[in-house]
């Protein structure tokens, strides 16, 4: 049961309407003026005040502000690129309100049941902030305690996020963004829920068990709770400092960062929905720890057998199995228009797993992962009509858009079609969904509709 402080309150919601409308409210006013009056708005200008804005605020907005930056021209690319620049990081809450949190998760003798416990936060998000400690047996732990009014905040974001949407659709109707919003707001209520992110965190290390380049921490169920969530603490480094290693480091974790995020999809139907840099960090053996399992999705192994379809179906110029691919994933009323301008971003993605050669994973040196391609494709879509992408497209859009931006800022050369062929060579959906099945049911998580 919630506690007083974190229900959906009324007054909970009005003040977080009041500060974020602030940031919203300027937005719909310039954009108003500039299609109806003709005036004149610095985009460039207003993406970055509007990018300030969204980073001074802890709560879900940001998050969503940093996944639509990653979908395909979903916003105008003056305010994606601000705020794809978003990086979770506001401001931590103070001990008081610490030591309060602590004392409703684990009662008054909460304290006693840690060695020690650090007074400041390791690392502040936009959900919550992480605290190290150390257990009775000596362990060092990771305690990431969610701020308060978390599901106040969800809400009226996500009132605002409707806005936001309901802005760009009159401004240009290239996307409609009905299943977007639905998907994001699904996932950020559940990213609610510590005890769900617990049941992904040993969901991944079953998964990953044996993958000597990735690590996942070890969930301490005896002192997590709805709200708190308390793991064993993994040391690394900010992949940022590790990007200026020599080449074969570099492409080492590029080849671990692949095999994290891409193994368990392709054997389970799981995704890592939120590449974003704080949620892994570098050994120095270049393994990785992956953190932060709040933003999970499981596919129906069909949308999996899609994917490779799709792989198979540009590989050969199968426009037929391309279409089939794209209504599995479930795009609707497929043209030989929007096929075509489908297949502009999908070859764009697709393309370094479809060469056998050691290459980067994107030719330009554009320090936006897929910028161009992403312009080109939205000018298209507004000539043909639009699209309503699905909302299975989001997260799995969102892991390669991430991971190819991770991959450009390491330089990393790899033979990504080798990478890919080595887990998907025996694929059989039958096999995934029996596998994914006895998985789900060993971690408590429901099967995928």
Same mark, same amino acid.
């Given at each position: 049961?919630?506690?007083?402080?974190?229900?959906?309150?009324?007054?909970?919601?009005?003040?977080?309407?009041?500060?974020?409308?602030?940031?919203?409210?300027?937005?719909?006013?310039?954009?108003?003026?500039?299609?109806?009056?003709?005036?004149?708005?610095?985009?460039?200008?207003?993406?970055?005040?509007?990018?300030?804005?969204?980073?001074?605020?802890?709560?879900?907005?940001?998050?969503?502000?940093?996944?639509?930056?990653?979908?395909?021209?979903?916003?105008?690319?003056?305010?994606?690129?601000?705020?794809?620049?978003?990086?979770?990081?506001? $401001?931590?809450?103070?001990?008081?309100?610490?030591?309060?949190?602590?004392?409703? !998760?684990?009662?008054?003798?909460?304290?006693?049941?840690?060695?020690?416990?650090?007074?400041?936060?390791?690392?502040?998000?936009?959900?919550?902030?992480?605290?190290?400690?150390?257990?009775?047996?000596?362990?060092?732990?990771?305690?990431?305690?969610?701020?308060?009014?978390?599901?106040?905040?969800?809400?009226?974001?996500?009132?605002?996020?409707?806005?936001?949407?309901?802005?760009?659709?009159?401004?240009?109707?290239?996307?409609?963004?009905?299943?977007?919003?639905?998907?994001?707001?699904?996932?950020?209520?559940?990213?609610?829920?510590?005890?769900?992110?617990?049941?992904?965190?040993?969901?991944?290390?079953?998964?990953?068990?044996?993958?000597?380049?990735?690590?996942?921490?070890?969930?301490?169920?005896?002192?997590?709770?709805?709200?708190?969530?308390?793991?064993?603490?993994?040391?690394?480094?900010?992949?940022?400092?590790?990007?200026?290693?020599?080449?074969?480091?570099?492409?080492?974790?590029?080849?671990?960062?692949?095999?994290?995020?891409?193994?368990?999809?392709?054997?389970?139907?799981?995704?890592?929905?939120? $590449?974003?840099?704080?949620?892994?960090?570098?050994?120095?053996?270049?393994?990785?720890?992956?953190?932060?399992?709040?933003?999970?999705?499981?596919?129906?192994?069909?949308?999996?057998?899609?994917?490779?379809? &799709?792989?198979?179906?540009?590989?050969?110029?199968?426009?037929?199995?391309?279409?089939?691919?794209?209504?599995?994933?479930?795009?609707?009323?497929?043209?030989?228009?929007?096929?075509?301008?489908?297949?502009?971003?999908?070859?764009?993605?697709?393309?370094?797993? &479809?060469?056998?050669?050691?290459?980067?994973?994107?030719?330009? !040196?554009?320090?936006?992962?897929?910028?161009?391609?992403?312009?080109?494709?939205?000018?298209?879509?507004?000539?043909?009509?639009?699209?309503?992408?699905?909302?299975?497209?989001?997260?799995?859009?969102?892991?390669?858009?991430?991971?190819?931006?991770?991959?450009?800022?390491?330089?990393?050369?790899?033979?990504?079609?080798?990478?890919?062929?080595?887990?998907?060579?025996?694929?059989?959906?039958?096999? &995934?969904?029996?596998?994914?099945?006895?998985?789900?049911?060993?971690?408590?998580?429901?099967?995928?509709?």
């Amino acid at each position: 049961m919630a506690h007083d402080d974190e229900r959906a309150t009324l007054t909970g919601r009005v003040g977080r309407y009041a500060r974020v409308g602030r940031a919203v409210g300027g937005l719909a006013a310039r954009m108003a003026g500039e299609r109806y009056l003709g005036l004149s708005l610095d985009r460039g200008e207003h993406a970055e005040q509007l990018k300030t804005a969204l980073g001074g605020l802890k709560g879900p907005l940001m998050k969503v502000a940093q996944i639509l930056a990653t979908i395909p021209d979903a916003l105008p690319p003056e305010y994606a690129a601000q705020l794809s620049e978003l990086q979770s990081n506001a $401001p931590s809450m103070g001990w008081p309100f610490v030591r309060r949190r602590m004392l409703a !998760e684990l009662g008054p003798d909460w304290e006693a049941k840690f060695k020690t416990f650090e007074h400041v936060a390791s690392r502040a998000a936009s959900l919550g902030q992480v605290h190290k400690a150390t257990g009775r047996d000596g362990r060092a732990l990771a305690c990431k305690l969610q701020y308060p009014e978390m599901e106040s905040a969800v809400e009226a974001d996500l009132d605002q996020l409707r806005l936001i949407f309901g802005l760009f659709k009159r401004w240009d109707g290239a996307i409609d963004h009905t299943e977007v919003q639905q998907e994001l707001a699904d996932r950020l209520r559940e990213e609610l829920d510590y005890r769900r992110e617990a049941a992904h965190g040993r969901a991944y290390a079953a998964i990953l068990k044996g993958e000597e380049g990735v690590h996942v921490p070890e969930v301490v169920p005896a002192l997590s709770t709805g709200r708190l969530l308390i793991s064993t603490w993994l040391e690394g480094e900010p992949l940022v400092e590790f990007a200026a290693r020599d080449a074969k480091s570099r492409a080492a974790v590029a080849r671990n960062m692949f095999q994290a995020w891409y193994l368990p999809f392709y054997r389970y139907g799981v995704i890592h929905g939120d $590449p974003h840099l704080g949620n892994y960090s570098v050994r120095k053996d270049g393994a990785v720890n992956l953190f932060d399992f709040g933003c999970v999705r499981i596919f129906h192994p069909r949308f999996v057998q899609g994917v490779i379809d &799709l792989y198979h179906a540009l590989d050969t110029g199968d426009e037929e199995l391309a279409a089939h691919a794209y209504e599995t994933w479930g795009f609707k009323n497929i043209s030989r228009d929007l096929l075509r301008v489908l297949n502009i971003w999908a070859e764009y993605l697709y393309r370094p797993l &479809l060469e056998d050669k050691v290459q980067r994973i994107q030719e330009s !040196e554009s320090g936006r992962y897929g910028a161009s391609v992403a312009a080109k494709v939205h000018a298209e879509l507004r000539r043909i009509g639009g699209v309503k992408p699905p909302r299975e497209f989001v997260l799995m859009d969102r892991a390669a858009v991430g991971l190819g931006s991770v991959f450009l800022r390491l330089k990393a050369e790899v033979n990504w079609h080798r990478m890919l062929a080595g887990l998907i060579a025996d694929f059989d959906q039958e096999a &995934l969904s029996r596998r994914q099945a006895k998985l789900l049911k060993s971690c408590g998580l429901p099967l995928p509709l």
